[in-house]
């Protein structure tokens, strides 16, 4: 079946734009998780979401970080007024429910000249 | 907080060699443990898990075995190929927390040499 997709797969921004990037989990995996794989810091999680309940954002490393999901399907992060160092792969998770194994999207490579 | 620490890279074998690739990790509570693999141009993909100590995961002939005692699990394969080359991370989740959100070591890059 299908797995994970995410859009755009690269991104090139200039400094103080905003951007969106989006993913669309397995169908019927009620958990979605997002990670940025940067040189810096490695691989490291961001936020998650499980069906209606409010999401875990505390791996955002800024306000300028946010992201929603509707009707416990797609997700859309967005980074505000980009930075350099948000350069990275953004990579989507889903899993069936929280205690599963997650399946990861191919990612989305963002470039902030 | 929970943390990882992989064997740094990069390692470069040659086919048919035993592969090693060390890890340990730093948990407050009782976690699962994963290899994850993302091989060149792909996405990332569980290669093994165990879930409570003395756990042995295995696949496509590699194995870890999850040590309480000594706080790690080691990735090995007895004869690697050509086609194992890729970056290989270890994670752990903290289940009791209530998700899986994962911790991630710094990957190691394997190239193996025909």
């Known amino acids: 079946g299908a797995g994970v997709s995410q859009s755009p797969s690269n991104k090139v921004t200039e400094k103080g734009k905003d951007v969106e990037l989006r993913c669309d989990p397995i169908s019927g995996h009620t958990a979605l998780y997002w990670y940025r794989q940067s040189l810096g810091q490695g691989l490291e999680f961001l936020i998650y979401f499980q069906g209606n309940s409010a999401p875990d954002k505390s791996g955002l490393p800024s306000d300028r970080f946010s992201a929603e999901r509707t009707g416990g399907s797609v997700s859309t992060l967005t980074i505000q007024r980009t930075q350099q160092e948000d350069s990275a792969v953004y990579l989507c998770a889903s899993s069936p429910d929280p205690k599963e194994t997650q399946y990861f999207g191919p990612g989305t490579r963002l470039l902030v000249l | 907080g929970d943390s990882v620490t992989q064997m740094e890279g990069p390692v470069t074998l040659s086919e048919e060699a035993f592969l090693t690739i060390n890890c340990t990790y730093t948990?407050?509570?009782?976690?699962?443990l994963f290899w994850y693999v993302q091989y060149p141009g792909e996405g990332l993909q569980l290669l093994l898990k165990a879930t409570k100590a003395d756990d042995k995961g295995s696949n496509k002939g590699f194995e870890a075995t999850y040590r309480k005692e000594t706080t790690s699990f080691h990735l090995e394969k007895g004869s690697v190929q050509v086609s194992d080359s890729a970056v290989y991370f270890c994670?752990?989740?903290?289940?009791?927390?209530?998700?899986?959100?994962?911790?991630f070591g710094q990957g190691t890059r394997l190239t193996i040499n025909p």
């Open positions: 948990a407050t509570g009782y976690p699962s």
């Open positions: 994670a752990l989740s903290d289940a009791g927390q209530g998700a899986q959100k994962l911790v």
